[in-house]
């Protein structure tokens, strides 16, 4: 009982409530006016032109009659103005000009729009500029009117909407109608008008909407247009227009929506369109835009709906854009995008619609995507994304639809897609169902990418100098000493599978070999040292022999003979490289090896190895396998801890080998 009585006093203070608004309530009601409420001036001037209208349209004459216009049909009268609005399709007639001994001053005619009456033939007549009060201008659906649109209507000072739409209307854009300062809303649509925007337009600085859809207009977008500062829609979809976006559009700060779609138009977007802080809507479909999307593009903070699909942009989805936090709907659809999905764009907390089906678009589909807590529709289908798909896509909330067919996907759709209430997975058969086929596609198989290794080997053979010392009396005690050191050169080899696509192997000559014999002796009475110092450094190769004989007491007969080392220089060889297209996926780099090479080469001559097997690197077939061929009858041995020079013979370099392994080991 109590709570009907608290619902009774409830509805009770609400109906009382709205009934003193409506008693108190000052805001101002348009009525309909009477004719009475116009002056004797207004209703015989005003009359004088209607009445020219019933004339030219018969039919509309025979509805029109007497002195009270306020009362006609298609009429309605207001305090300051008559709007008229006629909209019958059996009318026929024409359009009447306007008739002379009328004070167009007094003519009260602010509003005109006339509608589909096909039979209603012959031109826009000139003459309607006369009509100064007139505010707004429709004709629309006339099928049969000519001709083109009229210079003359650059002189109605009032005139604030013009919309002329499917009619026959041919010729070009008035550049005359830039003095139309009241100008704010014209549409021009689907005529067979041709010529250029004229830039003369750019003065319309109260224009708020521009729309010139479907007409047959080239030539380039004016950067004159520019000082457009009240601009908020743009509409030139369905023309001929060329040329590139204009830099200089940036200064219309107050474009809402901008739409080129199906225009010729070309060249990059340009990142100064950034200025366009209110900019919503933009669309780009089906023109000839290329280059990549502007990472600054990222800072249009207003940009809710962008549509560049059938063009040619390129490159890749920039990671930027997840900033764009307004961004409902992008539409990407068969253009040259490439590279990967961006994880960072699950920060598009108000995207609707995703569609970038048609694309070169590669790798997985990023499972951070299930952050988009808006989206209802991601159309991927036709690109080249592979792996499995992520059961976290199940987490958006409100998604509806889901396209991947035409895609590398393995495995089988995830159960909780299959639960989700509502949802539309578009797939190929063999990832659906519990008997899904794909269902072991997803095993991982990780296999090393092969290895290329290219070695290039310089080989410089320089004989060493010939020394010959006599002395008179045989020496005492005799020091030999023979240092040999090698230093082998390092070898980087570095292959890389994955990109970089180049594999580059460098091989670095060796550092430095010297060797230094000393020969002293002590008595009678002759002391002979003899230095012998070889460098030989690669690329390119430089020999320097220095030999000096010191004697302490004139020996009877001293002769030293030395054969100066030929140079020898050889150029360094190119570093080669090898180009390598990189396998799918895994990527595996493989890490830098040392590879040793042979010591450089101190040659000893050794008879009878003429033969060899295979090329020049191979070893002499018969100098055993330690040796190896420099020239048609010279061999090289190395050995551990350093290269033996033997003059002839196997077994002598035998010999030398031992006798330089000792010499080290009591050195060390």
Request: net charge neutral; aromatic share 4%.
């Amino acid at each position: 009982m109590a709570q009907c009585v608290r619902r009774l006093v409830l509805a009770a203070t609400l109906a009382a409530a709205v009934a003193l608004l409506l008693c108190t309530s000052s805001a101002p009601v348009a009525r309909a006016a009477g004719t009475g409420d116009f002056t004797a001036a207004q209703r015989t001037n005003t009359l004088a032109v209607l009445q020219a209208f019933g004339r030219a349209i018969p039919k509309l004459g025979e509805v029109w009659k007497g002195d009270d216009f306020c009362s006609w049909d298609h009429l309605l009268c207001l305090p300051l103005s008559v709007t008229i609005r006629v909209f019958v399709f059996t009318y026929a007639g024409t359009l009447p000009e306007m008739p002379v001994n009328v004070d167009y001053g007094h003519v009260m005619i602010g509003n005109l729009g006339l509608w589909n009456m096909p039979q209603v033939v012959g031109t826009l007549p000139a003459s309607w500029h006369l009509m100064k009060r007139l505010t707004s201008l429709v004709i629309e659906d006339f099928d049969s009117i000519t001709g083109s649109l009229p210079p003359e209507w650059s002189s109605m000072p009032n005139l604030q909407t013009l919309q002329v739409r499917r009619l026959k209307l041919s010729g070009t854009l008035p550049a005359d109608w830039s003095s139309l300062k009241s100008l704010s809303n014209v549409v021009l649509e689907d005529m067979p008008i041709t010529g250029l925007l004229p830039p003369e337009w750019g003065s319309l600085e109260r224009i708020q909407q521009l729309v010139l859809r479907k007409l047959k207009l080239t030539g380039p977008l004016p950067p004159q247009w520019s000082p457009m500062k009240a601009l908020r829609f743009l509409t030139l979809d369905g023309t001929n227009l060329s040329g590139t976006l204009p830099p200089q559009w940036s200064a219309m700060a107050s474009v809402i929506s901008l739409n080129l779609e199906g225009t010729e138009v070309s060249g990059t977007l340009p990142p100064k369109w950034i200025s366009m802080s209110r900019l919503q809507t933009l669309n780009l479909r089906r023109t000839k835009v290329s280059g990549t999307l502007p990472p600054e593009w990222s800072s249009m903070g207003s940009l809710a709906n962008l549509q560049l699909s059938l063009t040619q942009v390129s490159g890749t989805l920039p990671p930027q854009w997840s900033s764009m936090r307004k961004l409902t709907q992008l539409l990407l659809t068969d253009t040259l995008l490439s590279g990967t999905l961006p994880a960072e764009w699950s920060a598009l907390q108000s995207l609707v619609i995703l569609q970038l089906s048609g694309s070169k678009f590669s790798g997985t589909l990023p499972p951070q995507w299930s952050g988009m807590s808006k989206a209802r529709s991601l159309q991927l289908q036709d690109c080249d994304l592979s792996g499995s798909l992520p059961s976290s896509w199940s987490a958006i909330p409100m998604l509806a639809s889901v396209s991947l067919k035409g895609n590398k996907f393995c495995g089988c759709v995830p159960d909780s897609w299959d639960q989700k209430a509502g949802l539309v997975v578009d797939i190929e058969d063999k990832h659906k169902g519990s008997d899904c086929l794909a269902g072991k596609d997803c095993t991982t198989t990780t296999t090393k990418p092969p290895t290329t290794t290219t070695t290039t080997t310089t080989t410089t053979t320089t004989k060493p100098p010939t020394t010959t010392t006599t002395t008179t009396k045989p020496p005492t005690t005799t020091t030999t000493t023979t240092t040999t050191t090698t230093t082998k050169p390092p070898t980087t080899t570095t292959t890389t599978t994955k990109p970089p696509t180049t594999t580059t192997t460098t091989t670095k000559p060796p550092t430095t070999t010297t060797t230094t014999t000393t020969t002293t002796t002590t008595k009678p009475p002759t002391t002979t040292t003899t230095t012998t110092t070889t460098t030989t450094t690669k690329p390119p190769t430089t020999t320097t022999t220095t030999t000096t004989t010191t004697t302490t007491k004139p020996p009877t007969t001293t002769t030293t003979t030395t054969k100066p080392p030929a140079a020898t220089t050889t150029e360094a060889p190119a570093e080669p490289t090898t180009t390598t297209e990189a396998p799918a996926e895994p990527t595996t780099t493989a890490t830098p090896t040392n590879t040793p090479t042979p010591a450089p080469e101190t040659e000893c001559e050794v008879d009878g190895c003429e033969v060899c097997e295979g090329d020049s690197a191979a070893r002499c077939a018969r100098c055993r396998e330690d040796y190896f061929l420099t020239d048609e009858k010279t061999c090289l041995v190395y050995c551990d801890g350093g290269v033996a020079a033997v003059s002839s013979g196997v077994a002598a370099a035998a010999v030398v080998c031992v006798a330089v392994l000792f010499s080290v080991g009591l050195a060390a």
